[in-house]
C-alpha cells in the first residue's frame, strides 16, 4: 500500500509561484498514475493535474493550463505541481492522489491513496 506525502504549500501573493511536491513509500511508485487535486467547498475534490505512470502523459483541469506543471520522477517516488501565475481562484488544501497505472486524469474516485494535503493560499 503506498502512502503519500505532500510538502510545499504556503502563502503567496497574487501573481506569484509556488512548488508542491508530494514523496511516496510502499507499494511501486512506477505501478501508479498521479494527481493533483484540490478541495473546493461546492465541487469537492477538483481535478487540477494528472500524470501517467511513465511521466509521458500530462493532464491538466481547465482553470490551471498553461500555468501549472506536473512531473514526476520516479527513481525518487516524487512528483511535483510547479504553479505559476496564481490567483484567488487557486486558494485551497492540495492533495496528492495515486491510482492504478490504467487510470486516466482526472476522477476523483478513481484514485485509491491521498495524502493529507497541503494548504495553499494566495492572497490579492
Known amino acids: 500500500q503506498i502512502q503519500l506525502v505532500e510538502s510545499g504549500g504556503g502563502l503567496v501573493q497574487t501573481g506569484g509561484s509556488l512548488k508542491l511536491s508530494c514523496v511516496a513509500s510502499g507499494g511501486t511508485f512506477s505501478s501508479y498514475s498521479l494527481a493533483w487535486f484540490r478541495q473546493d467547498p461546492e465541487k469537492g475534490h477538483e481535478f487540477v493535474a494528472g500524470?501517467?505512470?511513465?511521466?509521458?502523459?500530462?493532464y491538466y483541469g481547465d482553470s490551471v493550463k498553461g500555468r501549472f506543471t506536473i512531473s514526476r520522477d520516479n527513481a525518487k517516488n516524487r512528483v511535483d505541481l510547479q504553479m505559476n501565475s496564481l490567483n484567488s481562484q487557486d486558494t485551497g488544501v492540495y492533495y496528492c492522489?495515486?491510482?492504478?497505472?490504467?487510470?486516466?486524469?482526472?476522477?476523483?474516485?478513481?484514485?485509491?491513496?491521498w495524502g493529507q494535503g497541503t494548504q495553499v493560499t494566495v492572497s490579492s
Open positions: 500524470v501517467s505512470w511513465d511521466g509521458l502523459r500530462a
Open positions: 492522489a495515486a491510482a492504478p497505472a490504467t487510470v486516466v486524469a482526472g476522477n476523483a474516485y478513481e484514485y485509491d491513496y
